[in-house]
């Protein structure tokens, strides 16, 4: 059972930074799809970033321009750098991992238990 435990969230004010992690235990792999999705309360979980095994990033239109996913495949963890936060940006990040990008879209493959961000104005 392959495990991703996120960390790096925190409450910040509007205009800072965070950079969230998560690593995957052994047992996953560099041939995976790896991607941040984040959940607000009554609303359906939304695509942040996914870094594919090409290499290749995807953003949702919310955070292009503001965040940046990179990877570091030898330590199998997957990174989110986020500037110039807002209050919108506020809501649990969880990170996630399948053999493709768009398993995960649908909610499949291995997901971590999430890191809360929470951006004051």
């Known amino acids: 059972q392959v495990q991703l435990v996120e960390s790096g969230g925190g409450s910040v004010q509007t205009g800072g930074s965070l950079r969230l992690s998560c690593t995957a235990s052994?047992?996953?792999?560099?041939?995976?799809?790896m991607g941040w999705f984040r959940q607000v309360p009554g609303k359906e979980r939304e695509e942040v970033a996914t870094?594919?095994?090409?290499?290749?990033?995807t953003y949702g239109y919310s955070f292009e321009g503001r965040f940046t996913v990179s990877r570091d495949f030898a330590k199998n963890t997957l990174y989110l750098e986020m500037n110039n936060l807002e209050p919108g940006d506020t809501g649990m990040y969880f990170c996630?991992?399948?053999?493709?990008?768009?398993?995960?879209?649908?909610?499949?493959?291995?997901w971590g238990q999430g890191t809360q961000v929470t951006v004051s104005s």
């Open positions: 996630a991992q399948d053999w493709a990008c768009a398993r995960l879209h649908r909610g499949l493959g291995d």
């Open positions: 870094f594919d095994s090409d290499g290749k990033t």
């Open positions: 052994e047992g996953s792999y560099g041939s995976y799809c």
